[in-house]
């Protein structure tokens, strides 16, 4: 491909609102230009890392014994609202009426439709397993889009399904694919740590996220410093001591003016924030108010909340009013003498004897109030956040918290949404037994972006070759000073467009500055330099580009290399 010809420009300043490295350098390397909010034209280069990375993917699925299928975008609303999952998804999903007034949705992903297709055509036992994936746009109207391809609207998704006769048949292909990914994140250049996860909107009983660390990621991931635990701090499962026992005391009001803040009464009462209990309040989908207690040394996990109250359509912040209404007090509120909500106090709190409460009184605390005692719970469970330095639930040794991108996710979804579909088949026993399930996802988009994430420096992209739009770089410099120089130029170019190894040749009449900082920005893996200089040399300079190595090398290394070879070590 002549550069002359690409369809892009490069820009010399870096976006305003491009915060992200993988953002800015995809945008000023004309790999891909925004339309709107999360909304994003790949430009031909963009647009070929993206089909290197889908064969990467395809590769992989295909030799666990996958077969790609293609399905629809847009889905009947009918086989969501048998799922129970249109009601249930909110905003972020497109509903619109097709022409005869029918309710239709844009894909989000595609388990409704496969339970629908496996109600279909598995009749069987002797047809399963089965497992198929495909390639596919989804549409998520996410609230705050951001980091380019990070976060998007509308994106290309691998997304797999397993179907197998039973749970021991399921988690043989959930280890299939996680072994899978494992291969795919590694010939892609990414560091991807698999950890455990929450199952959210797929429901099911087991789930996997790939992620890829990232300072800037919006997934905190707890990792034990030995290798034996790893998990996205939404279900992190911690190991705390308990506390000292102690007599339960008398209940005591205290004045405490101006302490709305865990860490203003701790200050004003000369304690720890262990000795006293946090309240935090929220509302769920069906208008539950909730009032969730932790210890004041621990943070509210909202996700174990939701799973521990079974919230359906989520929570959000209490409102004021909301709390007032409950015999609370925002800012001084705990349970003790409160109605119309649903206590859930967090295990450790629970067990920690002569805490100081709010007393819904503004300006005032209560020392000494013990849960079962002052306040009773409807859930104890635990809902909170894993901390640095908490101690491993499996050997003991201290955790660290590390920022993670999500780049796939692996589900044990078992029989949810086949029992919704009636996708059952025959078995050996000859009854008919549900189906059970598996799906499995990849953006490719973000995929993309965390290769970049991973693989650039100062002067721009140094893409993996696995996932390079092109193998190399060609640059000629001073043509108009030597014929040979485009002679050969023009050569090499030729030579590997005939044998299908393909490069971006710059034919371009720039200055020799702006075709090498092009060359550096836009990231092939190799860039191939002719100029009077090099041909005096000996032939060709040969720059690697994430290494900065440079060397001269004889135009025969080069036309081997461009015939599919490897450059001599």
């Given amino acids: ?119 279909d055509i598995i009749r069987s036992y002797r047809q399963l397993p089965a497992m198929i994936y495909h390639f596919q746009t989804k549409f998520r109207d996410e609230p705050r889009s951001r980091g380019g391809l990070i976060r998007v609207r509308e994106f290309v998704m691998k997304d797999s399904y397993s179907a197998d006769r039973d749970e021991a048949g ?212 635990d809902i909170t956040s894993a901390m640095e330095g908490d101690s491993c639930p499996n050997c003991g040794q201290p955790l660290i918290l590390r920022s993670g991108i999500e780049v796939g996710n692996i589900f044990k979804l078992g029989t949810k949404y086949t029992d919704a579909l009636d996708a059952k088949y025959l078995g050996e026993d000859g009854e008919r037994h549900p189906i059970v399930m598996g799906s499995y996802g990849i953006g490719l988009g973000r995929s993309v972006a965390c290769i970049v994430e991973a693989h650039h420096d100062s002067k721009g992209i140094a893409w993996p070759d696995e996932v390079a739009p092109y193998a190399a770089h060609l640059v000629a410099i001073g043509t108009n000073k030597d014929a040979s120089v485009g002679e050969i130029a023009e050569r090499l170019h030729a030579l590997a467009a005939d044998r299908g190894r393909e490069i971006l040749y710059d034919d371009r009449e720039e200055s020799p500055g702006v075709k090498f900082k092009d060359a550096e920005l836009m990231g092939m893996p190799w860039i191939l330099t002719v100029s009077p200089r090099s041909l005096a040399a000996g032939g060709v300079e040969v720059t690697r580009r994430a290494t900065g190595e440079r060397s001269t090398r004889p135009i025969a290394e080069v036309e081997a290399f461009l015939r599919g070879g490897a450059f001599p070590a």
Avoid at 75 to 89: F, K, M, Q, S, V
Avoid at 278 to 290: C, S
Avoid at 348 to 370: E, I, Q, T
């Fill in 170 to 381: 399921l988690d043989k292909s959930y280890w299939a694919h996680h072994a899978a990914y494992t291969r795919i994140f590694q010939r892609l250049g990414l560091d991807a740590i698999a950890v455990a996860s929450d199952v959210g909107m797929m429901g099911g009983s087991q789930a996997h996220e790939f992620m890829a660390l990232n300072p800037a990621g919006e997934d905190v991931l707890v990792l034990c410093e030995s290798g034996d635990y790893a998990a996205n701090r939404q279900v992190a499962v911690i190991t705390r001591p308990g506390p000292a026992e102690e007599a339960a005391a008398a209940v005591e009001e205290v004045a405490t003016p101006g302490t709305t803040t865990i860490a203003s009464l701790a200050a004003f009462l000369g304690i720890g924030a262990e000795r006293t209990a946090k309240a935090a309040f929220f509302v769920t989908g069906d208008g539950r108010l909730i009032t969730a207690i932790v210890r004041g040394d621990h943070e509210v996990n909202e996700t174990k909340l939701v799973n521990a109250i079974a919230a359906k359509g989520g929570i959000r912040p209490a409102q004021v009013e909301e709390i007032r209404n409950a015999g609370m007090e925002p800012g001084y509120g705990s349970p003790v003498g409160a109605h119309g909500t649903l206590v859930v106090v967090d295990a450790l709190a629970a067990r920690s004897p002569n805490l100081v409460a709010g007393a819904n009184r503004v300006g005032f605390h209560l020392r000494n109030v013990n849960v079962g005692r002052d306040f009773s719970a409807d859930i104890v469970a």
């Fill in 1 to 119: 491909m002549r550069l002359s010809q690409l369809f892009f420009t490069t820009l010399r300043d870096d976006p305003a609102d491009a915060e992200m490295p993988s953002h800015r350098l995809l945008l000023r390397a004309g790999y891909v230009r925004q339309l709107g909010a999360g909304l994003y034209s790949l430009l031909p280069l963009g647009l070929r890392v993206n089909h290197r990375v889908e064969q990467v993917i395809r590769e992989e699925m295909d030799r666990i014994g996958c077969q790609e299928v293609e399905m629809p975008v847009v889905h009947p609303a009918d086989l969501w609202r048998r799922t129970g999952r249109y009601d249930l998804i909110g905003p972020e999903m497109a509903r619109f009426k097709d022409r005869a007034g029918r309710d239709m949705v844009i894909a989000m992903t595609h388990e409704e439709v496969v339970a629908d297709l496996l109600s």
